[in-house]
């Protein structure tokens, strides 16, 4: 069993930053994929940023340059920090983990993922 917890969300104005937190416990896997996902209201959950045990990342274009996913190899912390932050970026943003050989590579889905955090607010206010 792998337990994940999110933090670091919040309100915040538009054009400001925030930086998430994930730590990861638990039985985890030698070769992984962790990655962060955001749900709106009403809308499907949508990929943030992937990062890999080789350390290559993978993001969508609608958020590249304004987001960087790092670890904390020590402890066990993945980070998703966001800048230049839109009210549109307004969701719940969980984190995920899953072995590296379920990922797709072609882009940052949530299907193939199967352990999941509970989750951190962040609202955007204009």
């Known amino acids: 069993q792998v337990q994940l917890a999110e933090s670091g969300g919040g309100s915040v104005e538009s054009g400001g930053s925030l930086r998430l937190s994930c730590e990861v416990s638990g039985n985890t896997y030698r070769d992984y994929c962790m990655a962060w996902f955001r749900q709106a209201p009403g809308k499907e959950r949508e990929g943030v940023a992937r990062l890999c045990s080789d350390g290559s990342t993978s993001m969508p274009d609608s958020v590249k340059g304004r987001v960087l996913i790092s670890q904390d190899d020590k402890s066990n912390i993945l980070y998703l920090q966001i800048g230049s932050l839109k009210p549109e970026d307004t969701a719940m943003y969980y984190c995920?983990?899953?072995?590296?050989?379920?990922?797709?590579?072609?882009?940052?889905?949530?299907?193939?993922?199967?352990?999941w955090g509970q989750g951190t607010q962040v609202t955007v206010s204009s």
């Open positions: 995920a983990i899953t072995p590296k050989n379920r990922v797709s590579y072609s882009g940052v889905y949530y299907w193939e993922y199967n352990y």
